[in-house]
């Protein structure tokens, strides 16, 4: 056995309580302010899953940070920079109310609803899985100020 399978084989029990408590996580962290984080989540969580070719529901927690109404609100430009959300785990208050923080959030959301949707392109139930996402992120194109 070479050295990638043996780790994977000694890690492979230990992605189920990962799973569990990563998933935790963002669900206790909802305020618009930790949404670097509950992203960085994602995208770990999204990691394991196309690492372990196993399915974990994420698409109803990227739907939800899209959903938020915070986001969906216009806000006055900022003068400042937008924030690289690769190095934020929190949002201040000045970043919140900024458009730039917002459409930063909004790129790296569909940037992994796409990953998401590119990762299970190949399975069977593929379409039972992009279907909803594509309707609500049409809904919330509609019913916010994104598809102004």
Do not use: W
């Given at each position: 056995?070479?050295?990638?399978?043996?780790?994977?084989?000694?890690?492979?029990?230990?992605?189920?309580?990962?799973?569990?408590?990563?998933?935790?996580?963002?669900?206790?962290?909802?305020?618009?302010?930790?949404?670097?984080?509950?992203?960085?989540?994602?995208?770990?969580?999204?990691?394991?899953?196309?690492?372990?070719?196993?399915y974990?529901?994420?698409?109803?927690?990227?739907?939800?940070?899209?959903?938020?109404?915070?986001?969906?609100?216009?806000?006055?430009?900022?003068?400042?920079k937008?924030?690289?959300?690769?190095?934020?785990?929190?949002?201040?208050?000045?970043?919140?109310?900024s458009?730039?923080?917002?459409?930063?959030?909004?790129?790296?959301?569909?940037?992994?609803l796409?990953?998401?949707?590119?990762?299970?392109?190949?399975?069977?139930?593929?379409?039972?899985?992009?279907?909803?996402?594509?309707t609500?992120?049409?809904?919330?194109?509609?019913?916010?100020?994104?598809?102004?």
């Amino acid at each position: 056995a070479t050295l990638s399978s043996l780790q994977t084989e000694i890690l492979s029990p230990l992605v189920f309580p990962v799973t569990q408590v990563a998933l935790g996580v963002v669900q206790l962290l909802r305020s618009v302010k930790h949404t670097p984080t509950r992203l960085h989540i994602v995208k770990m969580l999204l990691d394991i899953s196309e690492e372990r070719d196993t399915y974990i529901p994420l698409a109803p927690i990227l739907l939800e940070i899209l959903e938020t109404q915070s986001l969906s609100i216009s806000r006055k430009a900022a003068t400042g920079k937008p924030p690289n959300l690769s190095f934020t785990l929190k949002l201040s208050k000045v970043q919140i109310g900024s458009r730039s923080s917002q459409t930063s959030i909004l790129n790296s959301t569909m940037e992994l609803l796409l990953r998401l949707l590119t990762s299970y392109s190949h399975c069977i139930s593929f379409p039972e899985l992009a279907f909803p996402i594509i309707t609500r992120t049409f809904q919330v194109l509609i019913t916010t100020r994104y598809g102004k």
